[in-house]
């Protein structure tokens, strides 16, 4: 079968894509055959503009609608067909730690990112870390990524998530009524949008350490702007943190 190229790229004459593109249909079909692979669609979308905007509206989706597509149909059933911060950046929260520099958020210690395999993101481990009168919003949290003897820190987990909605959610309505600030330098990993702290806005109920099986003063997280979810905490050893479960 012969593929015939019917776009060209007119974005810039510097462009590499100067012979015009596959159709989407067939990059569609490709990446399709290749399970949606996250590290064919990031290459593909540094080739240039035209990949980068097929990679936003329709590559990304797929591959979260195939790694997540439970959670994918409940972020989507208020009626929204796109997702706050856009789907480039909820497949790479899926799949990867963002890690902490010294100095940054979380500002004592210096762990690398990295992507992480398989994660578990739970609509019911999200209600643990919403305040009471919050509860009806919806929140996926993940399980933590366990980053274990790191010197003075101890063994430490990062979490992140997403809110549904997050726009219209009591948790920004809550952040806003109470003059929570955003971070003056640091903006979240995935999208780029700037940041509240949950534990300045006082904002982080004791259920959260239960759930993540760390200390109780050992915990602090994020929210930025679209409502995507990173934070920190040191775990307890795996008997205590068995037992805090138990107490949950």
């Avoid at 509206?57 to 911060?85: N, Y």
């Amino acid at each position: 079968m012969t593929i015939m190229k019917v776009y060209r790229c007119v974005h810039s004459a510097s462009c590499v894509c100067t012979k015009g593109h596959l159709s989407e249909e067939v990059i569609f079909l490709l990446l399709q055959h290749l399970n949606w692979n996250p590290k064919i669609i990031a290459s593909l979308s540094r080739v240039c503009k035209w990949f980068d905007d097929l990679a936003k509206r329709v590559l990304w989706k797929e591959f979260c609608r195939t790694r997540a597509p439970k959670m994918m149909l409940d972020l989507q059933s208020s009626g929204s067909h796109s997702i706050d911060g856009n789907w480039r950046a909820l497949g790479k929260l899926l799949i990867y730690c963002s890690g902490c520099t010294k100095g940054g958020l979380f500002s004592n210690t210096n762990i690398p990112g990295h992507f992480a395999q398989r994660t578990r993101f739970s609509r019911t481990s999200g209600k643990s870390f919403l305040l009471p009168k919050c509860r009806s919003d919806v929140l996926y949290v993940s399980d933590p990524c366990e980053h274990l003897d790191q010197g003075e820190e101890g063994d430490v987990g990062f979490f992140r998530g997403v809110f549904k909605s997050f726009g219209v959610s009591k948790v920004r309505k809550m952040l806003i009524g109470r003059g929570a600030r955003l971070h003056p330098t640091e903006v979240c990993p995935y999208c780029k949008a700037k940041l509240w702290s949950m534990l300045q806005a006082k904002m982080i109920p004791q259920s959260a350490s239960c759930r993540l099986g760390s200390y109780d003063d050992a915990i602090e997280y994020y929210v930025c702007l679209n409502g995507h979810v990173l934070g920190i905490c040191t775990l307890l050893p795996l008997s205590d943190s068995e037992e805090a479960s138990d107490l949950e």
